[in-house]
């Protein structure tokens, strides 16, 4: 009877959340995997098979996307959880409230919305660095934004800035969870700061790059706002990411078909990464 | 567990059920005898807004049907993807405002055919053909913009330049050079502040050139279905000269930055823009449009012939899947906006349009430019606004980006062009 009883329990607990996932992710995703395999534009649609698909491949402006995005993807993932492990050391020595203080000043910007972020500093880019590059002489100063190179470095030093102080408290609360006692041992034998770094706290840490690099990857990935508010996508579309394009073929070229047979790709191709990631870094995780 | 899933099914029903029943239905249902029928315009042009609630206002205080406008404002280039959405919704606005004939398009076989309306009798001939589909119009022009060289004649007038007499290329070249050599006599950074980081600049300039290969008929435009940049070497003269005198790096210059910060504060020339940046001018200096604006022709046909691009780049569209008496009102509402004296007055005061109709006063359009583009359009002097009939996406996704590239010189003419005419002929 009690079995009975749990199992309704269980049912009636998991069944509201079950039905929104149902509702908001699969039943979306189905039809989107059907609306992929027409040539909609909204409004009107009628079955194409796998066009969609074969056009993606001649398409270069959707690979020049997604090459952009994997390399912006890379480097900015790298440098934020070095910035962010970086950061959550120095505010875990013993400093007294300048720590918190610098805790609230890193995590700052992650408050501030992503398109908000992007106009700042746009104006920054564009507007600041000039007149820096006016008054100092200097050439590295001028004409930010209005190159490729410039565009791309301009997205990732914002994204640093947002996401740095977020993935930084991670790490803090990772930091803080590595017992004292190991450190001491590892002092007791000898071992210096850098060693205890490299040979304690680092292996320990593993759990927290699981997460740490799950979350940047796939954020770096999705990005749309702060493309958005930034660059747009220019100069001549060089600096349009992923999401951006997508968006751009659905609702300006009306193309609703072959906008989400990007999507199921793009998806398909953030999974696989996301989940191999996962699985690696996984493996060097280590029990205490 | 099946009772749980049956009694939410239930709920939702009901919840959805209640939705689509009630409101619509007793609009147009027995009620409406009594009047109170309720209609919402779904408007693209946010700088508007307070202006045609206030129009909406005006029209419900003498209306005998008790009858209420709503607006609703989605705009800055997401205005189609917004209305797209309400349509999938299943939210349809009653009016709506419709950008170009493949807006109209996409939405004719939901639109209310408007050539039995008083007011499309009174509308500039050739008007009414930006939003007609098959010989059919769908759509009342909301009023006609312009654009060209938008000048600050202070500094012309100070650099002894009389815009009188530029009636060719050359002579609009050597005003240019005229203007260079004087740059700090007369104050300003450079001669033109050409916003090269707005995808809609770039359109629009584009209109001066296309707009003679399709013979200055906005249906030609549409009916393309190729681009073969007839006039594009006189693109490519026009691009040429400004890229050397404009404020760099072009490709940064935003519209904020070009006519907010610049072109008012007298520290450019020449933007390349259109009448609507009128307000905005006079919200910042209250005497800039009328005693500093002038507009200048461009020389997209050939060497003397100099045309300023205007035309109706908004339609107001009437939805048919509405009930006969809220259609009936609906044009009556344009009527009274378009021809009554109270509307008229507001048409030209507070919205400040250029009006589409016939039987305005120019006396009564505020400003000197926009006077001047009444009376050139009424004179049918005029270039037609192609740029809005292009495929979708393709000014966003391949002119814009192509025309940056050769403003960066990373790419040449030859290729601006192929490009661009091999992209319209596939988006066609």
Same mark, same amino acid.
């Given at each position: 009877? +009690?079995g ?9 607990? @998991?069944?509201?959340s ?22 909609s ?24 996307s997604?090459?952009f ?15 962010g ?27 501030? /919305?992503?398109?908000?972020? /992007? ?26 934004? #209005? ?5 791309f470095w301009?997205? @990732? ?11 930084m ?10 017992? /004292? =006692? ?22 320990l ?17 999705k ?18 990411m992923? #999401? !951006?394009?997508? &968006? ?34 996984? +493996?060097?995780?280590v029990d205490? | ?6 009694? %939410? ?7 959805? /059920? ?15 005898e009594?009047? %109170? ?12 807004t ?19 406008i ?15 959405? +309400? ?8 009016? !709506? ?6 807006? @109209? ?9 408007? %050539?039995? !309306? ?11 053909e ?5 010989? *059919? ?16 004649r ?9 815009p ?23 104050g300003?950074?450079?001669?033109? #502040?050409?916003s ?13 050139f296309?707009?003679? =290969? ?8 549409y ?14 003269? &026009? ?11 072009i490709?940064? *210059?935003?519209?904020?930055r ?42 997209? =046909? ?5 045309k300023? @691009?205007?035309?109706?780049p908004?339609?107001i ?12 009102e ?32 120019p ?5 000197p ?13 005029? #270039? ?17 980006p ?17 490009h661009?005419?091999?992209?319209? =002929?596939?988006? +066609?």
């Open positions: 009877m +009690r009975k009883h749990s199992k309704l329990y269980y049912w009636a607990f @998991v069944l509201p079950l039905a929104a996932i149902f509702i908001v992710i699969l039943l979306p995703l189905i039809l989107g995997i059907g609306t992929s395999l027409t040539d534009d909204g409004y009107q649609a009628s079955f194409i098979g796998l066009q969609n698909y074969t056009r993606l491949l001649s398409d270069d402006q959707f690979l020049y997604l090459g995005t994997l390399r912006f993807s890379a480097v900015s993932v790298l440098l934020i959880n070095a910035i492990l970086g950061l959550a050391l120095i505010v875990t020595q013993k400093l007294g409230k300048i720590s918190v203080l610098l805790r609230t000043i890193f995590f700052m910007p992650n408050l501030i /919305g992503g398109i908000i972020l /992007g106009f700042i500093w746009q104006f920054i880019f564009v507007r600041a660095f000039a007149s820096i590059g006016t008054a100092t002489g200097l050439a590295f100063f001028s004409g930010w934004l #209005a190159d490729a190179t410039t565009g301009g997205l @990732v030093i914002v994204f640093l800035w947002q996401m740095s102080g977020y993935i408290i991670i790490y803090i609360s990772f930091l803080a969870n590595i017992p /004292g =006692e190991l450190i001491e041992a590892g002092e007791m034998d000898g071992a210096n700061k850098w060693q205890a770094f490299w040979k304690i706290k680092f292996p840490l593993a759990p927290a790059f699981t997460i740490s690099l799950f979350l940047t990857l796939a954020n770096a990935f990005i749309y706002d702060m493309n958005l508010a930034l660059t747009n996508g220019a100069p001549y579309g060089s600096t349009e992923v #999401a !951006m394009n997508i &968006y751009n073929t659905a609702f300006f070229q009306y193309r609703q078909g072959y906008a989400q047979a990007k999507a199921i790709i793009f998806l398909l191709l953030v999974a696989l990464i996301s989940l191999t990631q996962v699985f690696l870094t996984r +493996r060097k995780e205490v | 567990m099946f009772s749980l899933v049956a009694l %939410s099914l239930l709920l939702s029903a009901c919840g959805t /059920g209640d939705m689509e029943g009630g409101a619509p239905q007793s609009n147009g249902g027995s009620s409406a009594r009047g %109170s029928i309720s209609l919402d315009l779904f408007n693209q042009k946010p700088e508007i307070a202006q045609l609630e206030n129009l909406a206002e005006r029209y419900s205080e003498q209306s005998e049907n008790d009858t209420t709503s607006i609703t404002t989605v705009g800055s280039g997401e205005g189609s993807a917004g209305l797209q959405a +309400r349509f999938s919704s299943g939210d349809e606005p009653s009016l !709506m405002m419709l950008g170009g004939l493949p807006e @109209v398009q996409r939405y004719s076989h939901t639109l209310v055919d408007v %050539s039995d !309306m008083e007011v499309s009798a009174q509308t500039i001939d050739g008007l009414l930006g939003g007609t589909i098959d010989e *059919v119009p769908l759509g009342i022009p909301l009023n006609i913009e312009g654009f060209g060289w938008m000048y600050n202070d500094i012309f007038d100070q650099a002894g330049i009389d009188d007499t530029i009636n060719s290329f050359n002579d609009f070249v050597e005003a240019v050079e005229t203007l260079d050599s004087q740059k700090e006599e007369l300003i950074d450079e001669v033109f #502040a050409f090269g980081g707005e995808n809609y600049i770039a359109n629009q300039f584009s209109a001066n296309t707009s003679p =290969e399709y013979n200055h008929s906005i249906l030609d435009a009916q393309a279905t190729e681009l073969n940049w007839e006039y594009g070497d006189r693109m490519q003269m &026009y691009t040429d000269l400004f890229n050397v005198y404009n404020v760099q790096p490709l940064t *210059v935003d519209y904020s070009s006519v907010e910060e610049l072109f008012v504060h007298d520290r450019v020339a020449m933007v390349h823009q259109g009448i609507w940046i009128v307000p905005t001018l006079n919200d910042i200096d209250p005497d800039f449009a009328s005693e500093k604006l002038g507009i200048l022709p461009v020389f997209g =046909e050939s060497d003397t012939e100099g300023i @691009v205007a035309g109706s908004w339609f569209g009437i939805n048919s899947n509405m009930s006969d008496e809220e259609i009936e609906a044009q009556n509402f344009l009527d009274w906006m378009y021809l009554s004296e109270e509307g008229q007055e507001i048409v030209t005061g507070d919205l400040a349009f250029v009006p589409a109709q016939e039987g305005y006063e006396e009564d359009i505020q400003d430019v926009s006077r001047e583009l009444y009376e050139a359009l009424l004179e049918g002097e005029t #270039a037609a606004m192609t740029h809005n009939q292009y495929p979708d996406g393709w000014f966003q996704q391949v002119l814009y192509q025309f940056q590239r050769y403003l960066s010189g990373d790419r040449s003419w030859e290729e601006f062009e192929e661009t005419a091999a992209e319209f =002929e596939d988006m +066609r």
